[in-house]
């Protein structure tokens, strides 16, 4: 049997509150995942382009365009949308007019660039700390 080895990718567990303090959703992800902003200008280029039905009762343009949205979430974060849209279905629109799958995107990419930016400062805190005897 094969040893098994574990890295400590620093996968943190997030979860969404609506204004009373509910669980409207959850998601785990990897923050500060490089490969991210490729797939996001990708996730941009997505929903960017998105045509919504005009025909509101027309539910199968409406459910093909949730399953895409849906899609598009978890090819950019990693399977998310089962745990993120369990509660509240990504075309709900929210009180400042926003689609909730909007205010989501908007949430979770600002997790991720805080998160990336902290390791990022971290990273170079102990690169300096590395060279410093040999910057002297």
Not at 78 to 105: C, M, Q, R, W, Y
């Amino acid at each position: 049997m094969a040893e098994k080895i574990v890295i400590e990718q620093g996968i943190k567990d997030y979860e969404l509150f609506n204004e009373r303090g509910e669980i409207i959703g959850a998601f785990s992800i990897f923050p500060s995942d490089v490969g991210i902003v490729d797939r996001c200008e990708q996730a941009i280029e997505f929903f960017n382009s998105l045509e919504y039905p005009n025909d509101a009762d027309d539910s199968k343009a409406r459910n093909d365009l949730t399953d895409r949205i849906k899609q598009q979430f978890d090819l950019l974060f990693g399977g998310v949308s089962a745990t993120l849209f369990e509660k509240i279905h990504p075309l709900s629109p929210i009180k400042n007019g926003d689609l909730f799958f909007e205010a989501a995107l908007d949430a979770i990419c600002g997790v991720v660039q805080k998160e990336t930016d902290a390791r990022i400062k971290a990273k170079l805190k102990r690169a300096r700390a590395a060279t410093a005897k040999y910057n002297r």
